[in-house]
């Protein structure tokens, strides 16, 4: 990827100005979203740092439930998404990037694994763990010495479902106290809150 414009070239400016731009797709006020809507376009963030500088960092920033043809850079003309517009004309984009299932769980799932459903196991949003028989990129990244974190805004994404094998951080501790009747898809944080953990944490793995 080019330096973006006016934008250090450092992988932790990098880092953070992607958090913020998942924060901030559609220009509204940069961290006063409305809470729902911002946990949405910021589920989930995984920072790889690498130990050796001759290799790449890895930054996973996943949107939930934004399709794809309500973006600028595929073609939607009635919404303006400068930010993610910026980036993609200085990146790959994908045309045909079919999701394996359309469901945050097994999605995120074949993500992290690299598999379909039918071979990771997860096929519902709920009722199902990724087994540890499976290899996440997290795991792999880890024993090539990368350090590993993730930071999530749902609770369909936290940890008792197993997709935090292989981080050495995984931020998720969503309080359940009262929730006993409320859907899982409904548990959320703001996505503020997402983002202020995750820069903290790649700031301190910048050497």
Not at 4 to 22: D, H, M, Q, T
Not at 87 to 104: G, K, Q, W, Y
Not at 167 to 180: I, K, N, R, V
Request: charged share 20%.
């Amino acid at each position: 990827m080019q330096q973006l414009p006016g934008k250090p070239a450092s992988g932790l400016n990098l880092a953070v100005f992607l958090i913020r731009l998942a924060i901030d797709p559609f220009c509204l006020m940069s961290m006063k979203l409305h809470p729902v809507l911002a946990v949405w376009l910021l589920t989930t963030t995984a920072f790889i740092t690498a130990a050796d500088e001759r290799r790449p960092n890895v930054l996973l920033v996943t949107v939930d439930t934004l399709r794809a043809d309500r973006l600028g850079v595929y073609g939607y003309s009635q919404i303006e998404t400068p930010n993610i517009d910026r980036l993609a004309s200085e990146s790959m984009v994908f045309e045909r990037a079919i999701s394996p299932v359309p469901l945050t769980l097994p999605s995120h799932a074949s993500i992290l694994t690299g598999v379909y459903p039918l071979y990771h196991g997860i096929r519902d949003n709920a009722g199902f763990v990724l087994s540890p028989q499976q290899v996440t990129l997290a795991e792999i990244l880890k024993e090539e010495g990368y350090s590993t974190g993730a930071f999530v805004g749902s609770f369909i994404l936290d940890s008792r479902f197993g997709l935090d094998q292989g981080f050495d951080t995984y931020f998720a501790d969503f309080e359940l106290t009262g929730l006993d009747t409320i859907a899982p898809g409904l548990i959320q944080r703001p996505a503020g809150e997402v983002a202020e953990k995750a820069i903290e944490w790649i700031a301190e793995q910048a050497p």
